[in-house]
């Protein structure tokens, strides 16, 4: 009876050791999804590597160019959701690359510079409303180290590009680099041609794209101060030319088309010197918490 006894007491303990081992093994499985839990990325880790994903950045002619007003290079938004790139930093390589000072090796601070706010139009009369700068799907922002340094006939300040830019292109006042798009209205399209007569409507023909006629010519030794290209206007015809045919004319007609903004931005860092070295330089985005969405380096 005794033996009887003790053998199935050992069975009753063997019983009990292997329920003790399922519940460690269920123990442990409990922990290791918990573990895996708390380590997937946070919501701001994820925000950043969704907007690395968004936001390129291409080094344009940061590589040869010298002058700041010269000096640029582009940020793409390649996603389908709008990104607000205002107040992001850019930063180049220089604490990248030590310099030597006689016989010392030296390290400087990177130099880093703000992604300012920028007008959807810029107002003829200087006082252009300023907003953040929005990149929405396939979108970019043309980001030029200093300043255009003519001021007339329009204070030139970061602004999105539209069809009437054009004419800002085709001004000798300014040096846009790149170049803007100059897909003015056509002039023989203007509202009010109809009630021309032949004659102007035969000069307008001859007037190209996105140009401001200037009116006033010399002709015969002689100056005509109502002349164009050889032509007297009549004070209506020059009346029409003047009110449409520039950029402040443009805006007054146009500003409500359909498809009036285009989809570059150009933005000015205000910089008087360059930023972008010929060589061993990197360009950095890093948003405003800090974090970096890409970098582009050469």
Same mark, same amino acid.
């Given at each position: 009876?005794?033996?009887?006894?003790?053998?199935?007491? @050992?069975?009753? %303990?063997?019983?009990?050791?292997?329920?003790?081992?399922?519940?460690?093994?269920?123990?442990?499985?409990?922990? /290791?999804?918990?573990?895996?839990?708390?380590?997937?990325?946070?919501?701001?880790?994820?925000?950043?590597?969704?907007?690395?994903?968004?936001?390129? %950045?291409?080094?344009?002619?940061?590589?040869?160019?010298?002058?700041?007003?010269?000096?640029?290079?582009?940020?793409?938004?390649?996603?389908?959701?709008?990104?607000?790139? +205002?107040?992001?930093? #850019?930063?180049?390589?220089?604490?990248?690359?030590?310099?030597?000072?006689?016989?010392?090796?030296?390290?400087?601070?990177?130099?880093?510079?703000?992604?300012?706010?920028? +007008?959807?139009? #810029? @107002?003829?009369?200087?006082?252009? #409303?300023?907003?953040?700068?929005?990149?929405?799907?396939?979108?970019?922002?043309? %980001?030029?180290?200093?300043?255009? $340094?003519?001021?007339?006939?329009? %204070?030139? /300040? @970061?602004?999105?590009?539209?069809?009437?830019?054009?004419?800002?292109?085709?001004?000798?006042?300014?040096?846009?680099?790149?170049?803007?798009?100059?897909?003015?209205?056509?002039?023989?399209?203007?509202?009010?041609?109809?009630?021309?007569?032949?004659?102007?409507?035969?000069?307008?023909?001859?007037?190209?794209?996105?140009?401001?006629?200037?009116?006033?010519?010399?002709?015969?030794?002689?100056?005509?101060?109502?002349?164009?290209?050889?032509? #007297?206007?009549?004070?209506?015809? *020059?009346?029409?030319?003047?009110?449409?045919?520039?950029?402040? $004319?443009?805006?007054?007609?146009?500003?409500?088309?359909?498809?009036?903004?285009?989809?570059?931005?150009?933005?000015?860092?205000?910089? $008087?010197?360059?930023?972008?070295?010929?060589?061993?330089?990197?360009?950095?985005?890093?948003?405003?918490?800090?974090?970096?969405?890409?970098? *582009?380096?050469?």
């Amino acid at each position: 009876m005794k033996f009887e006894w003790q053998k199935g007491s @050992s069975d009753l %303990v063997g019983i009990l050791i292997i329920v003790i081992i399922i519940i460690v093994i269920v123990s442990d499985r409990g922990g /290791t999804s918990s573990t895996y839990t708390n380590s997937s990325p946070s919501s701001s880790n994820i925000e950043a590597v969704s907007a690395t994903n968004a936001v390129t %950045v291409s080094t344009g002619n940061a590589a040869y160019s010298y002058q700041p007003y010269e000096e640029y290079i582009t940020l793409e938004n390649r996603s389908r959701t709008p990104v607000n790139i +205002t107040g992001w930093q #850019l930063r180049n390589g220089k604490d990248k690359r030590p310099y030597y000072s006689g016989s010392t090796l030296q390290r400087f601070s990177a130099d880093i510079a703000i992604i300012p706010q920028a +007008t959807l139009i #810029l @107002s003829p009369s200087g006082k252009s #409303l300023n907003q953040d700068v929005i990149l929405q799907n396939n979108e970019r922002a043309i %980001v030029t180290t200093g300043l255009l $340094g003519n001021r007339s006939p329009y %204070v030139i /300040t @970061s602004f999105k590009e539209n069809m009437c830019t054009g004419y800002l292109e085709a001004l000798p006042d300014y040096a846009f680099n790149p170049s803007l798009s100059r897909g003015c209205p056509r002039p023989q399209n203007e509202p009010g041609m109809e009630n021309l007569d032949i004659a102007c409507r035969k000069i307008i023909d001859n007037i190209s794209s996105c140009e401001t006629p200037k009116i006033g010519e010399r002709i015969n030794n002689e100056y005509c101060e109502n002349c164009f290209e050889g032509k #007297l206007l009549s004070s209506s015809c *020059q009346a029409f030319i003047e009110e449409h045919y520039s950029y402040q $004319g443009c805006l007054a007609y146009h500003q409500n088309d359909p498809k009036f903004s285009g989809n570059t931005w150009r933005l000015f860092l205000g910089r $008087g010197w360059e930023m972008w070295a010929e060589e061993y330089e990197s360009i950095e985005l890093f948003d405003r918490f800090g974090q970096l969405v890409n970098y *582009q380096s050469y």
